[in-house]
């Protein structure tokens, strides 16, 4: 009678540790958003809508 071998399946520690990195990146890329849309919205306070830079003088 041949031997079977057994063929394992990938070891949930290593499914676990893949899930742990993945929430860990998923987590740090939302954190990274929120910082950058406070950074945003930081900035675009500083923006004056009426400075002259942004006025064009018409060369008549």
């Given at each position: 009678?041949?031997?079977?071998?057994?063929?394992?399946?990938?070891?949930?520690?290593?499914?676990?540790?893949?899930?742990?990195?993945?929430?860990?990146?998923?987590?740090?890329?939302?954190?990274?958003?929120?910082?950058?849309?406070?950074k945003?919205?930081?900035?675009?306070?500083?923006?004056?809508?009426?400075a002259?830079?942004?006025?064009?003088?018409?060369q008549?």
């Open positions: 009678m041949p031997k079977r071998t057994n063929q394992y399946s990938p070891s949930p520690v290593r499914q676990s540790d893949f899930a742990i990195t993945q929430k860990a990146r998923a987590a740090a890329l939302e954190k990274a958003e929120g910082e950058r849309a406070q945003r919205l930081e900035n675009d306070a500083l923006l004056d809508v009426n002259n830079k942004w006025r064009y003088d018409s008549r």
